[in-house]
């Protein structure tokens, strides 16, 4: 016989144990997990990856005397290499589409990948902002669609959609309320902002002019009604109040807080950053509100990108209608669609132009597949899977963690937890990272400010509950860790790609592009 | 629905776990005159994606896309070719469905490609240090305003007759809430980008002066003179750039000395996307880092020692300074930097100098041809990609015209600049590699016809 | 000389109508690792009780209130370029401003260091 010549011996591995992190491979790298180098390291200058007919030498220019002798410094690599690197690098993220991504406040929500085909459908995604009228009827259309089911689940008068982003939204509502009250003839100087609110809120309105006052919140979390009452008079614009709150919790008072505000001579902007709690089921219209920017990447599903881009479509009240942005879409008694920009008629009481162009185009047409998938069935399950999937996970730990406002009752769509019992020297930032070691993106943590440590979970509907069952049982398991003291939690986390940074020698010396 | 995984049953027991009779009894707190008491009205039921898909398509079917027809739009949008690999990459789960990098040890991918981005960003027009993107060119503009003023501590910007009319009304309208003095007026036709008429205007109250390069025009204003009148009465020069190819071929803004560069970063990689989502790209001298709007990645070790990259210097940001921020901006335009920096990676400088030099030659061709047709002319000395034609007609009807017979012809001045009677004959051209010397002789015939 | 402490969590040491104005130790190890100062020049105008300088940890950024009204005499340039002098000499060397005192009755009303320190134990 011919005795095996390869020389494999199939066998039965042995046991295997290794004290931390095992033995160092030579490469730095371990099997699946790959390290990558910089672009500037693996790439040459002289490098590339796209076939270009090459320059003719004596081709004369028309630049003005402005031509460059050399190429600008930048590395190339050719395809291959090129795929292998982002990839590489791609899988030293977490995602949505890996697992439980409880962000609070952030709406993490699956992003559905028929939003992403209809999207790139050549007769949106070729298309020039600047293409005469004739030419893009339906891109108009899709702008006209999207803005009426906007206004209808909001129950507001109509929508502004050129705002690229939540904060440039809620920069625009501030503005039409600003547009408002010069136009009466009564402009104010004080925008009022709950100290539970969100950082762009207070930015927002010192951008735009206002000089900001904090009204505080109550011991159930929510907005101290008499101390807002109080504060109101002829010197405030507004109130800039998001509702569900970032406590997790409906102001009950709302409707009267719009009220009261009103009766002032104040606007109510609502920062529309937790709608999918409601979205199906309530419209901020019915509570009186005058202004509400909508995340499209939150409750619409468009998808966060790694951090953009967003969109942030504002809805508004039939006071502030006439000083929205331009451009925006209007439809002829003939059915078709018209852009009105500056110069055009009907753009008078406009308070003007925000960003070039007509908005996140992009963005409008996975909102649009998203809201027509759901139907109205489908987006009123939402927001009812939604509370009920961050009820279930309140209520599976509030014993081994303090829940501040929500012991009487029920939460909307995130859980709010503190640090309170964790033994001396360990913090909300050990259970984050010892999160990270369990396969799962921490929450929102130190956010909002209002409770010590805080710990933000919002699961979204689009959660199992085998998942979430899972997530609760880690989570327990780690509070319980920081609670008892063990010391191992600091350590944190082991698994992922990197330990913890230094961000204090980051911001120290801050080196914040590639040198040799 | 099939986005939704709780089963009737789940709900039941998650119900009973919670103590809950019901999912509305969970909506106890909202006052009961808001809550609906069915579905939202006028808004069918749940669609399968076949029926959506359907009627997305039949939308889409009633645009002209770009590519079915001789295309010359610019004027800040330009339409390149992005090789299939870049929106590949884009669509991984892991870059296309993460969030902002908050927790850097299981978001190195984005922090890296950002620390890289910002690089060549930085090293394309020619500065120190670049952020991790804007909304787009227009609002990065507007934030170029606002830092310098912050740095020169004036408040009145000199906005160049060159700058896109778009870029400038926004600048406009946030000063008119900010208090700060703008000084802009459309432009003339005319070959001379306006250096000297800019320079004059300049004085001890100047924060900045911004130019766009290539202008609105498609003109290349000699910034290196603007830069040293700017400075001798200490202001900033801001250099816009709307179409980043133009850099493979002429020099950078910073080199000419601009002290904050910023643009569009679409051209690169994110395709037209009917003006949305777009890419602002924002670098300046590394002294100013601190006034500077917008995310920062920056290269630091972990616990074990080891490179990694971070969210840096985020106490300029409004989650920290909340009022007294440099910007309430609180996102990037995170996918399309990605898009941006992959094409770049594609192309290196060798293959960015290569795609401009085509552009170029293409453009001049059809400057040519165009500029032989009775009654036009071409109002450019200089250009890049981009000309302006001075037609002996409205040139926006023409437009709209040409459209109907399946040329997209380019964008009037009449469309940019409404009511300003002396721009009406006024056509920019802009020409691609995209752009097939077929398309510009259909162009060259169809004008030929309608002004005949 | 004689150092006042104030419920923000400045010191102020005094001689004759010159001062010399730092954050405490208590202040800086409740920012954590400092990593940007800014201090203000020679000549700013300060007012008591008004922003004078900012101080900045990675997570948070505070701004430090003038105990006096004065004209600042010097700003700690060293600060510039180590800002973690502050959290390892937060009452010596990590001073951030010299100043002169413009009305010296605006010291009545601080504390001294045995009220400050029975004072932060209160926080605690």
């Known amino acids: ?516 | 629905m099939r986005y939704l995984p709780l089963t009737p049953a789940d709900r039941g027991d998650m119900l009973s776990a919670i103590g809950a009779s019901s999912i509305e009894a969970l909506f106890a707190d909202v006052p009961s005159a808001a809550l609906l008491d069915g579905p939202i009205e006028s808004l069918p039921g749940h669609a399968s994606e076949m029926a959506v898909e359907r009627h997305m398509a039949r939308l889409a079917g009633q645009n002209t896309a770009a590519g079915e027809a001789p295309f010359f739009l610019g004027a800040g949008a330009y339409r390149h070719h992005v090789p299939a690999s870049v929106d590949h990459l884009i669509q991984r789960g892991e870059f296309l469905t993460a969030y902002t990098p908050y927790q850097p040890e299981i978001a190195q991918g984005t922090l890296q490609m950002l620390f890289e981005f910002q690089t060549q960003v930085a090293r394309l027009y020619g500065c120190d240090i670049a952020n991790a993107s804007m909304y787009d060119g227009s609002t990065a503009a507007w934030e170029a305003v606002a830092m310098a003023r912050r740095i020169t501590k004036r408040g009145k910007a000199l906005l160049s007759p060159g700058l896109h009319p778009h870029y400038a009304g926004n600048i406009k309208t946030m000063a008119k809430f900010t208090g700060d003095q703008i000084v802009y007026d459309a432009p003339s036709l005319s070959a001379d980008a306006g250096e000297d008429a800019l320079i004059a205007q300049i004085d001890g109250e100047t924060s900045c002066v911004m130019v766009q390069y290539p202008d609105i025009l498609g003109r290349l204003p000699d910034l290196a003179k603007i830069a040293e009148a700017a400075h001798a009465q200490g202001a900033l020069l801001v250099a816009v750039v709307t179409e980043p190819v133009a850099l493979g071929a002429i020099r950078s803004p910073g080199e000419l000395g601009a002290d904050i560069v910023v643009g569009e970063g679409q051209s690169i990689g994110v395709g037209l996307q009917f003006g949305g989502p777009y890419l602002g790209l924002f670098a300046c001298r590394s002294e100013h880092v601190r006034h500077m709007p917008g995310r920062l990645c920056g290269e630091t070790v972990d616990a074990s020692g080891k490179r990694g990259f971070v969210l840096t210097l985020s106490t300029r940001e409004q989650h920290i300074r909340r009022e007294k921020a440099t910007s309430n901006i609180c996102t990037n335009s995170g996918l399309c930097a990605l898009a941006f920096s992959i094409h770049m990676t594609l192309l290196g400088g060798t293959g960015l100098a290569a795609l401009a030099a085509e552009n170029h030659r293409l453009a001049c061709l059809a400057a040519d041809k165009l500029a032989e047709l009775p009654g036009v002319s071409v109002l450019n000395d200089s250009f890049f990609n981009e000309f302006c034609l001075v037609l002996p007609t409205d040139a926006r009807a023409l437009v709209r015209d040409l459209a109907l017979d399946g040329v997209l012809a380019g964008v009037s001045l009449g469309r940019l600049y409404p009511g300003e009677e002396g721009l009406a004959n006024g056509l920019l051209v802009a020409v691609t590699e995209t752009t097939s010397e077929d398309d510009i002789d259909a162009l060259v015939t169809a004008i030929r016809e309608k002004l005949a | 000389m004689t150092r006042y402490f104030t419920e923000d969590h400045e010191w102020i040491e005094v001689e004759g109508s010159n001062a010399t104005v730092g954050i405490t130790d208590h202040a800086q190890e409740q920012l954590g690792d400092i990593v940007f100062v800014e201090v203000p020049a020679a000549g700013t105008a300060v007012a008591k009780g008004k922003e004078a300088a900012v101080v900045e940890s990675v997570k948070a950024a505070s701004d430090v209130y003038s105990p006096i009204t004065g004209e600042v005499t010097e700003g700690n340039a060293a600060l510039e370029e180590d800002p973690a002098l502050v959290n390892t000499a937060a009452e010596t060397d990590g001073w951030f401003f010299k100043a002169t005192i413009a009305d010296t009755s605006e010291l009545e009303g601080l504390m001294d260091a045995e009220a400050y320190a029975a004072f932060c134990a209160d926080l605690d």
């Open chain 1, 1 to 516: 016989m011919n005795a095996n010549p390869s020389g494999w011996r199939p066998s039965t591995p042995e046991a295997v144990t290794l004290d931390g992190e095992g033995a160092p491979t030579s490469t730095g790298n371990r099997a699946l997990m790959l390290e990558e180098g910089l672009i500037f390291e693996i790439g040459s200058l002289n490098n590339c990856g796209v076939d270009l007919p090459t320059p003719s030498a004596e081709t004369s220019t028309r630049l003005g005397g402005m031509s460059r002798s050399t190429p600008p410094a930048l590395p190339g690599l050719s395809e291959p290499e090129m795929v292998r690197h982002y990839t590489r690098l791609s899988r030293q993220n977490y995602a949505i589409d890996l697992g439980l991504f409880p962000l609070g406040s952030c709406t993490m929500k699956h992003n559905p990948r028929l939003n992403e085909k209809v999207a790139r459908m050549a007769g949106f995604a070729d298309l020039h902002p600047l293409q005469p009228m004739n030419s893009i009827q339906g891109a108009l259309g899709v702008i006209d669609e999207l803005a009426h089911w906007l206004v209808t689940l909001t129950g507001m008068h109509s929508v502004a959609m050129s705002p690229k982003a939540g904060a440039h939204g809620e920069l625009c509502g501030v503005l039409c309320i600003r547009a408002a009250l010069e136009a009466r003839g009564d402009p104010r100087e004080v925008m009022l902002v709950p100290s539970s609110a969100h950082g762009t809120n207070p930015a927002t309105a010192a951008f735009a002019g206002y000089k900001v006052e904090a009204i505080p919140a109550g011991d159930d979390g929510r907005i101290d009604f008499a101390a807002l009452k109080a504060r109101l008079g002829p010197d405030v614009a507004g109130l800039m109040i998001t509702n569900p709150n970032t406590c997790g919790l409906f102001e009950r008072d709302m409707i009267a807080i719009c009220e009261a505000v009103h009766a002032a001579g104040g606007y109510v902007y609502c920062d529309g950053a937790n709608f999918n709690a409601i979205v199906g089921r309530v419209r901020p219209g019915d509570l009186g509100i005058d202004a509400m920017h909508i995340n499209l990447h939150k409750t619409f599903s468009t998808p966060h990108g790694g951090g953009g881009p967003g969109s942030g479509p504002v809805v508004l009240s039939e006071a502030l209608a006439p000083y929205a942005p331009l451009p925006y879409v209007t439809k002829a008694a003939d059915g078709s669609f018209e852009l009105v920009e500056e110069g055009d008629e009907g753009a008078g009481e406009s308070f003007g132009r925000m960003a070039a162009f007509h908005g996140q185009m992009g963005m409008f047409t996975r909102a649009l597949a998203y809201i027509l998938s759901h139907g109205a069935d489908g987006l009123a399950q939402v927001s009812g899977d939604a509370v009920l999937n961050a009820n279930y996970v309140l209520r599976a730990l509030e014993d081994v963690m303090e829940a501040p406002f929500a012991h009487a009752g029920p939460c909307m769509h995130e859980a709010l937890f503190s640090d309170e019992g964790f033994a001396k020297g360990f913090s909300t930032l050990d259970v984050a990272k010892a999160l990270i070691d369990e396969g799962f993106h921490p929450m929102t943590v130190y956010f909002p400010l209002v409770v010590h440590g805080a710990m933000l979970i919002e699961p979204t509907e689009c959660e199992s509950k085998a998942a979430l069952d899972e997530f609760i049982g880690a989570l327990r398991g780690i509070v319980e860790r920081a609670r008892a003291g063990d010391e191992a939690l600091h350590l944190a986390p082991l698994y992922a790609p990197r330990a913890r940074l230094d961000e204090t020698a980051a911001a120290r010396k801050p080196k914040l592009v590639w040198s040799d």
